[in-house]
C-alpha cells in the first residue's frame, strides 16, 4: 500500500471496507501491504460506531483465515477491546459488538489451540453481563454456544435457569436444553439446585409453546432422575411415581414432539410401582388405584394413580408413527422391571406386529425378545399368526429378531409346534439366504421341544426316506432344514438319541458345511463333528452305549463356555507350564485373536479332510477354497510366516484330498490313474520337503510336518511296486525315528498316528513288508492336525528370496559369443536365510532337461540381518550353437535333512533341492567375434 493511497479513519467508509477485503483475499499482496491493513483495522476497534465495527471485525476474521500468522496478534487485539467494552457504560449497540467480538474469538481459540487459555479472560460475570446486554438474538447464541467459552457451570446454571422466564419461547427453549446439558455432565448436583431445576420445568410444561413444552418434558425426566438418586432409599419409590405421574399428566398434549418427549422420558425415569405400570395398561381404573392419591412435595396437589390410566394404550393408538415407536421402546424399558407383566401387555405388542411402520414392527419384536429371554413369554395361539407373519416380513432385521424369539420360546403342544415349523420352513423358502440363521433357529427350536421329537422325526422321516434316493430331492433346503430339527433334540436330552434313525446323522455329515455355518453362534465345526459321529453311534447301539457320549457333551459345553465368554487359546497339553510364554496383556489379548482365527481355519481343514475320506470330494475342495479366502484376509496380528505356513498346510492338504480317491477301492489301479497318483505323490512328497526346509523356528508345527511324511511313505509303500519299497521304509524308519527323537526333546506325547506306525515297523523288523491291511489300518488312523495340539511359534519365519537380471528382457538380450561360457549379473535378495543353509543357482536350457547348478558361497550373504542383498556374476557354459537362446534361472537351498543323496552327480547338490523363488527367464543373443 502506497503512502499517497494510505487510508485514514476519518474517511472511513463501505466501499473503502470492501477494497481493503480485496487486498486481504489477493494472495498476490505483499506482507507489508497486509500489515499495514492489519494496523488499520485494529486501529478501528477503539472506535465507537457499531456499522464501522461489524465490518472491521468481519475483515479481522478474514484476515485471520488467509493470513494465519497474523491470528494471535488477531486474537490479543480483539480481546483487549471486549475488556475495554466491558469497563465502558454498557448499552444495546455496545452489546451486539461485544457479541461478535465473543463469536470471533471464540472461532479463533477453536483454530488456535494456543488461544484456548487466553480466553478465560473473560470471566463468568463479564459472560453474564455480555449475555444480560445483548439483544435477542444475539442473547440466543451465546446461549446456545455457552460452552464454547469455558464458563463455569454455577454461572451458566443461574443464567440458564434465569432465561427460562424469559418473555421470548425460543429462549426459554435453548435455557432448559442448557439446563439438560448441565445435568448430562453431571457437574451440579446441589439439592436445593437440582429441586428448583424440577420444579420449574414442571412449570413449563404449561407453556403455550409446543418446543417449550418439549423441551420442558426432557428436563423434568433429567433433572427428576438425578432427584430420585438424592432421596434416601424410604423416599426414592415415591419419588419415583410422583416424577411418573408428573409426565403422566401429559401424555395427551396436541403436540407431537410433545408426546414423543414423554413416552421417551419413560424410558429415561425406567421404572415406576407395580400398580402405576399396570395401570397404563389398561383405561379401566384397577381396583388397586381407584380413589388412591400420591401426597407428595414434588407435586402441587395429590395425585391420582388413576392419571396413568391407558398411557400406553393411547401411545400404541397415536396415529403418528413416530409416538407409536417411542411408547414402544419405553415400554418395553418398563416391563423389564415389572415383576408381574400381565398377557395384555404381550397382547399389545403383538398388535403393533402389524403396524404400518417397519420401524415400529422392529421394536415391537424388540421388546417381545426382551421378555422371552428374562422367560416371561408364553406365546398363545392367538399370538402365533402375529409372529409367523414377522418371519417372512420383507424387512431383513424384522425376519432374524421373529428368530430370535422363536429360539427363545417354548410351544405347550405339538400343534403349535408345528405350526412354528411350517412358519420357518415357509420363510426359508421365500427368502433362501437366510438359510445359515434359519438352521440355527430350528437347532435352537429343536432343543426346546424335546418331548415332541417322536413326533416331529414321524412327520419328516418319510421325506427323508424319499430324499434318500433322489439327489436333488437331498439337496434342497427343505430337507436339510427337517434335518437340523430332527438332529437337535438329542443335546437337550441325550436318551432320545434312539427315536432318530441313523440315516439321518449320516446325511447330516454330507451337509457338514452348511450345518456348521448355521451353528457358529453354537459350536465350532468340529464339535459338531464329534457330536454327528458320537450320535450316529448312539443311535444305532439301542442305547447301550451312552457312556460313550458324555465326551462329546462334555465338549459341547466347554465349547459353548470358549465361544460365550473371551476367546481361549488352545495350549497343547503335553507342554509343560513351566515353558509356556508368559506376554503382556496387550500381546496376550493379540494372541488370542489370532489363535481364534487358526483355530477356525484348522477346524475347517479337518473337516475338509474328513469329507475327503467320505468320497466328498467337492465338498472337501469348497471348503479348503473358503480356507484360502479366510487366510487372505486373516488377522493382522497373525504373523507373516505363521500365515504362509498355514497356506502352504492348506494347499498339502488339497493335494492329499486328490490322491485319497486312489485309495478308496481296489489297491490295483489302471496305467492312466497310476500316473496320475505317481504325479500327485511327487508334489506332495515337494510341497512336505518345501515347508520342512522353508520355514525357520518350527516347534510343534515339526511334528505336523513329520506326521504328513510318513503318512506319504505309507501311502506309496501301499500303492506303489517293490521296487521303490526299500528306499521308501528306509525313509519311513527315519522319519519315525527323528520324530520320535523331537518329542523327547520337547516333552511332549507321541500321537496315536505314530507310536503304531512305530509298533508296525518293530514287528517287521529292517527287512520285512507291512502287510497291506496293516497299511491301510495306518493310513485311515491318521487324524488331520487339530487346534488342540497347534500352537504358534514365536519366531516362525518363512525362508525365500528374488532374483532379478538388471536391463534384460526380450530387446535387450546378454550379449554372447558361441561356444564361450556366458556370465549372467544377476541381483539377489535373500529374506530370512539361516547362516549354514547352502544355496544354489540353477540354470537350465529351455528346450530341454540340461542343467547346471553354481554354488552361492556363504561369505557373499553373512551377517545377522533378516533382509540380505547382493549381485553375483553366474557363469554358465551351456551356451549352444544358436544366435538366440534363453536360460532359466532360480534359487534353491539344499535340504541337508533328507538321508537321500545323489551320488552320481559330481558337481552340485548333493541332496533334494526347495526352491526359494519363481524361475526367471534371462535371453541371450550371439554377437560375431573380431
Known amino acids: 500500500m502506497e503512502k499517497d493511497d494510505s487510508i485514514s479513519a476519518e474517511s472511513i467508509s463501505l466501499q473503502t471496507l470492501s477494497s481493503i477485503r480485496s487486498l486481504i483475499i489477493n494472495a498476490d499482496t505483499s506482507d507489508s501491504v497486509i500489515s499495514s491493513v492489519f494496523k488499520f483495522l485494529t ?4 472506535r465507537d460506531d457499531p456499522a464501522i465495527l461489524h465490518h472491521v471485525l468481519k475483515l479481522l476474521s478474514d484476515l485471520s483465515i488467509w493470513r494465519n500468522e497474523l491470528a494471535t496478534q488477531i486474537f490479543d487485539s480483539v480481546l483487549s477491546n471486549l475488556l475495554r467494552l466491558q469497563n465502558s457504560a ?13 463469536a470471533l474469538l471464540a472461532s479463533l481459540s477453536e483454530t488456535n489451540p494456543g488461544n484456548a487459555t487466553a480466553i478465560s479472560k473473560i470471566d ?20 446456545r454456544n455457552a460452552e464454547r467459552f469455558h464458563v463455569p457451570s454455577s454461572v451458566l446454571f443461574t443464567l440458564f435457569l434465569g432465561f427460562t422466564k424469559d418473555p421470548y419461547p425460543y429462549i426459554r427453549k435453548v435455557a432448559l436444553n442448557g439446563l439438560i446439558h448441565i445435568c448430562k455432565a453431571g457437574d451440579f448436583d446441589h439439592a436445593h439446585a437440582v429441586q428448583g431445576c424440577y420444579t420449574r420445568a414442571v412449570e413449563l410444561l404449561g407453556d403455550a409453546e409446543d418446543s417449550v413444552r418439549s423441551s420442558a418434558v426432557h428436563a423434568v425426566s433429567m433433572w427428576g432422575k438425578v432427584l430420585i438418586a438424592s432421596k434416601v432409599e424410604t423416599k426414592r419409590r415415591e419419588c419415583t411415581d410422583a416424577v411418573f405421574l408428573q409426565l403422566c399428566s401429559i401424555v395427551r398434549d396436541m403436540s407431537v414432539d410433545v408426546r414423543v418427549e414423554v413416552f421417551k422420558a419413560f424410558g429415561i425415569i425406567g421404572t415406576a410401582s407395580e400398580s402405576i405400570i399396570l395401570q397404563t ?9 381407584k380413589g388412591k392419591k400420591l401426597q407428595s412435595q414434588h407435586l402441587k396437589e395429590p395425585a391420582d394413580v388413576s392419571a396413568a390410566a391407558g398411557v400406553f394404550i393411547h401411545g400404541f393408538e397415536d396415529e403418528f408413527y413416530e409416538v407409536r415407536e417411542a411408547a414402544v421402546d419405553s415400554f418395553h424399558s418398563l416391563s ?21 411402520y417397519m420401524v415400529v414392527r422392529l421394536k415391537a419384536l424388540e421388546a417381545l425378545h426382551h421378555i422371552a429371554d428374562l422367560g416371561n413369554l408364553k406365546i398363545q395361539e392367538t399370538y402365533l399368526p402375529a409372529c409367523l407373519d414377522a418371519l417372512v416380513d420383507t424387512s431383513e432385521n424384522i425376519r432374524l429378531t421373529a428368530r430370535n424369539i422363536l429360539k427363545l420360546v417354548k410351544m405347550p403342544d405339538v400343534k403349535l409346534v408345528n405350526k412354528c415349523v411350517d412358519g420357518i420352513l415357509k420363510s426359508l423358502e421365500m427368502y433362501p439366504q437366510d438359510e445359515p440363521f434359519i438352521l440355527s433357529a430350528l437347532f435352537h427350536f429343536g432343543q426346546n421341544h424335546t418331548k415332541f421329537l417322536v413326533s416331529m422325526v414321524k412327520r419328516f422321516c418319510e421325506k427323508l426316506e424319499t ?14 432344514a427337517s434335518l437340523m430339527l430332527i438332529i437337535s433334540a438329542p443335546l437337550a436330552d441325550k436318551q432320545s438319541i434312539t427315536s432318530i434313525p441313523p ?15 448355521g451353528l457358529d453362534d453354537m459350536m465350532d465345526q468340529d464339535t459338531f463333528l464329534a457330536y454327528l459321529s458320537h450320535c450316529a453311534v448312539l443311535s444305532a447301539s439301542s442305547g447301550t452305549e451312552f457312556n460313550k457320549g458324555d465326551m462329546f457333551f462334555h465338549a459341547y459345553r466347554h465349547s459353548n463356555e470358549d465361544i460365550s465368554g473371551n476367546p481361549i487359546v488352545l495350549q497343547s497339553k503335553d507342554i509343560p507350564a513351566a515353558s509356556k510364554h508368559m506376554a503382556s496383556k496387550a500381546e496376550v489379548e493379540n494372541g488370542n485373536e489370532a489363535m481364534k482365527s487358526v483355530n477356525h481355519i484348522l477346524l475347517k481343514v479337518k473337516a475338509a479332510w474328513l469329507l475327503s475320506q467320505s468320497g466328498c470330494s467337492k465338498d472337501a475342495f469348497r471348503a479348503l477354497r473358503s480356507c484360502k479366502q479366510e487366510l487372505q484376509t486373516a488377522n493382522s496380528s497373525i504373523s507373516n510366516g505363521a500365515l504362509e505356513f498355514m497356506c502352504q498346510y492348506v494347499h498339502l492338504i488339497k493335494l492329499l484330498s486328490q490322491v485319497w480317491p486312489h485309495f478308496e477301492y481296489s489297491r490295483h489301479t489302471s496305467t492312466c490313474k497310476s500316473v496320475e497318483l505317481e504325479l500327485l505323490m511327487e508334489e506332495v512328497e515337494i510341497k512336505l520337503m518345501e515347508i520342512r526346509c522353508r520355514f525357520t523356528g518350527l516347534s510343534t508345527e515339526v511334528s505336523l510336518v513329520m506326521e504328513l511324511i510318513i503318512l506319504g511313505c505309507l501311502l506309496r509303500l501301499y500303492k506303489f511296486e517293490s521296487c521303490c519299497r526299500l528306499s521308501c521304509k528306509k525313509k519311513l524308519a527315519s522319519t519315525v525315528s527323528q520324530l ?15 507310536t503304531e506306525t512305530k509298533k508296525s515297523l518293530q514287528e517287521v523288523g529292517s527287512y520285512g513288508d507291512i502287510n497291506c491291511c496293516r497299511l491301510l489300518d495306518l493310513i485311515r488312523k491318521y487324524n488331520c492336525f487339530s487346534p488342540e495340539q497347534f500352537t504358534f511359534s514365536g519366531d516362525l519365519q518363512c525362508v525365500s528370496a528374488e532374483l532379478e537380471v538388471p536391463g534384460n528382457g526380450p530387446y535387450s538380450p546378454i550379449a554372447f559369443v558361441a561356444g564361450l561360457p556366458v556370465a549372467i549379473p544377476s541381483e539377489i535378495m535373500l529374506l530370512n536365510v539361516p547362516k549354514d543353509t547352502r544355496l544354489w543357482l540353477r540354470i537350465s536350457r529351455t528346450d530341454d532337461e540340461t542343467c547346471q547348478f553354481v554354488y552361492l558361497g556363504q561369505n557373499l550373504y553373512k551377517g545377522d540381518e533378516r533382509e540380505k542383498r547382493f549381485m553375483f556374476s553366474a557363469v554358465s557354459y551351456m551356451t549352444p550353437r544358436a544366435l538366440v537362446f534363453t536360460l532359466r534361472v532360480s534359487i534353491g537351498m539344499e535340504c541337508l535333512f533328507e538321508d537321500i543323496c545323489d551320488g552320481g552327480r559330481r558337481y552340485g547338490p548333493k541332496h533334494p533341492v526347495a526352491y526359494l523363488c519363481k524361475e526367471r527367464e534371462v535371453h541371450i543373443s550371439s554377437v560375431s567375434r573380431t
Not at 460475570?125 to 435477542?136: M, N, R
Request: charged letters at 20%; one cysteine or more; proline letters at 3%.
Open 281 to 289: 395398561l389398561s383405561k379401566k381404573v384397577l381396583g388397586a388405584g
Open 90 to 102: 454498557a448499552d444495546a449497540s455496545h452489546g451486539r459488538v461485544a457479541v461478535e467480538s465473543l
Open 467 to 480: 430324499a434318500s434316493g433322489n439327489k436333488s430331492e437331498f439337496n434342497s433346503r427343505q430337507v436339510s
Open 336 to 356: 423389564v422391571n415389572s415383576v408381574e407383566f400381565p398377557d395384555e401387555a404381550v397382547n399389545l405388542l403383538m398388535d403393533m406386529l402389524y403396524d404400518d
Open 503 to 517: 440315516l439321518a446323522f449320516s446325511y447330516s455329515l454330507a451337509l457338514l458345511g452348511k450345518f456348521s455355518c
Open 43 to 46: 486501529g478501528l476497534l477503539s
Open 740 to 754: 520320535e527323537l523331537h518329542h523327547e526333546q520337547q516333552c511332549t506325547k507321541p500321537s496315536e498316528f505314530l
Open 124 to 143: 463468568g460475570e463479564g459472560f453474564a453481563s455480555i449475555c444480560l446486554g445483548a439483544p435477542i438474538s444475539f442473547r440466543l447464541w451465546l446461549l
